[in-house]
């Protein structure tokens, strides 16, 4: 803006200096032609007061011989000289004539020869200069001409009155010219200061710079440029401000929205992957992102499905099942097309929704449903086969009666119990489940679990061994509850026991919590089947359940009391080895 600012100085002074120069020139010639018409007029009067001077004192012969011409031409500054009417020279009166003589001669007769008859008077200018002025005019003795006097002057004085006047006028247009220059660079610095910082403002708006202003002072057009220029940059900031806002919580949105988005661009180029995906997909953002999705994307139904948004420009939704690493997951996936406003192909998104725990759950529903439909199927066809057996005519036999009776009493309890399990797995999974915790001491909940199953343990030949410390262990949590758990994993342990076995319940207490220990020597389970014991009627072995009478929702139970307890269970086993249930229950629940 410095640059401006000299252009527009230097173009300010070199149009004052050129209007300066014209006027300058203008004036020294107005002046000029004023004094040399001055002097012009001076000529004729006095050329006109010797002709009337001489015609009043009788004409030239008589003032020829007055002796007065001298003290006439002493008043006269000018040259004056009189010739005859036939043009002979017979005053010739020379006061400071410094041209040459020669010059004076033919001035004269040029006099003589244009003017003498035609003219009684005039100007003439001698050849060669400006400097010498001539007026001539007519003596007249009884209305005929007698002569001429003719007066000339060398205008030295106009000479020095111009130079004056141009050095008059060269200091007057120089001192004017600085002032000028003086008051132009305070103008030109006044009115550019807000053009430069309205302009360097513009600048840094350009760049992005919105938090920039602009100094506001002054009134009329610059006052308004910076105001306006103001209210423009606060606009941006607000809308800068907003937009970042609104982009912040796009990215938020995305990032945390749980679900995996793919963003392809109209050219098959992927430009965006959230978090969820990566983590879903186990992708890094710099292999993936500005490549094409079917180089990048390793299954094929993911490619076929874009593909098929690609051709048919239309929103589809799918569901798939998609081998990740070591597992296969369920995935909801939606794409649709991008259309911008002027029906511009933009792109497609691609959303997927993680439905693998809905399947599982789905899955789980329907075989609690047909666990449900078999387990109460059992009794319920053993109670109906031995009571038309009995109504068929069994009923006299009292042997028969006696044998029927008892099955169908054995059926009844276990629907009970099947029924009562059922209802108290469904009580322990409502959100309004209350426990009654109070202070109990587990050494002695436990050694009384096992002397409650002792008889069993007998009965087969188990040995139950009891690693209980003789001190007082004491947790916080519902006694009722916790005997309940107690009972179902020794009663687990004996009854996947083969005779001739052991049990063993241990605690160990560990300084914020206590760990209770329940193994055997039992059939043990595989791996494979771990991560599903704790499901509803879900068995290892379930002829040896059945026969033992389990109903398959005793490790559901005890896994909702546990984490109603807000404690852990976790099981250890090996085939033909047995089996080691871990229960963590803390000290204080609080």
Known sequence: MTRFKTKLLFALISLIMIVLVAVGLLLGQLFKNYYVQSFNERIKKETVFISHYIEEHGGIEPFLRDGNKKELASLLESNFTILSAKGEILLDWNNNRKNNPDTHAKVLEKIIENHSLDNTEGFEVAEGTSDLHYYWKDIRKNDQIEGYVVLSYEIDAIKKVNRQMWWILAVSLGSCLIVIIMLGSQIASRYTRPIEAAAHTAMQLAKGNYRARTYEKGSGETGMLSTSLNILARNLQEMEIATEMQQDRLVTLIENIGSGVLLIDNKGYITLINKAYKD???????????????????????????????ITEQSFKRQMNIPLSFERRNFEVYGAPIIGNNDEWKGILVVFHDITELKRLEQMRKDFVANVSHELKTPITSIKGFSETLLDGALHDEKTLQHFLTIILKESDRLQQLIQELLELSKLEQQDFILNLTSLNVTSLLKESCDILQGRAAEKGIKVIQEIPTAPV???????????????????????TPNGGQVKAEIIEQKRDVRIIISDTGIGIEKGELPRIFERFYRVDKARSRNSGGTGLGLAIVKHIVEAHKGRIHVESEPGKGTSFTLVLNKRLT
């Open 280 to 310: 879903i997909f186990k992708v890094d953002a710099s292999d993936f992102l500005y490549r094409v999705y079917y180089e990048v994307i390793e299954h094929k139904k993911i490619i076929a499905f874009i593909e098929e948004i690609f």
């Open 474 to 496: 004491t947790i916080e949590g519902d006694s009722y509850r916790v005997k309940q758990v107690f009972l179902n994993l020794i009663s687990n342990a004996l009854n996947y």
